[in-house]
Nanobody, 122 residues
Framework: QVQLVESGGGLVQAGGSLRLSCAAS????????MGWFRQTPGKEREFVAA????????DYADSVKGRFTISRDNAKNTLYLQLDTLRPEDTAIYYC???????????????WGPGTQVTVSS
């Protein structure tokens, strides 16, 4: 029921910053936990960050802690990811999704958007 569209990707030098946005329509965005995932060719899609419906709890992959910040604006039905101190290994297609935490402590995404490309050059 929820439709998601990512934007804000682009080409940036190592050490630079980007701000990604995820616009949601339909569904019940304001009461849904959301997250960001990323994927490169030949690799599994990996978890990046998640946020609860109120924004009170956030989670980050170890590889991005201290560099990326997830946030949301429920009034605008929009999810954000601030990417700072970017590294070439951050290059990937970034996706937003309805996100759930499993009993094992991992994160599962559903209702994926089409993604936005982030490319970090040396």
């Amino acid at each position: 029921q929820v439709q998601l569209v990512e934007s804000g990707g682009g080409l940036v030098q190592a050490g630079g910053s980007l701000r990604l946005s995820c616009a949601a329509s339909g569904g019940t965005f304001s009461t849904t936990s959301m997250g960001w995932f990323r994927q490169t060719p030949g690799k599994e899609r990996e978890f990046v960050a998640a946020i609860t419906w109120s924004g009170s709890i956030t989670d980050y992959a170890d590889s991005v802690k201290g560099r990326f910040t997830i946030s949301r604006d429920n009034a605008k039905n929009t999810l954000y990811l601030q990417l700072d101190t970017l590294r070439p290994e951050d290059t990937a297609i970034y996706y937003c999704a309805v996100t759930y935490r499993t009993l094992q402590g991992t994160f599962r995404g559903e209702s994926w958007g089409p993604g936005t490309q982030v490319t970090v050059s040396s």
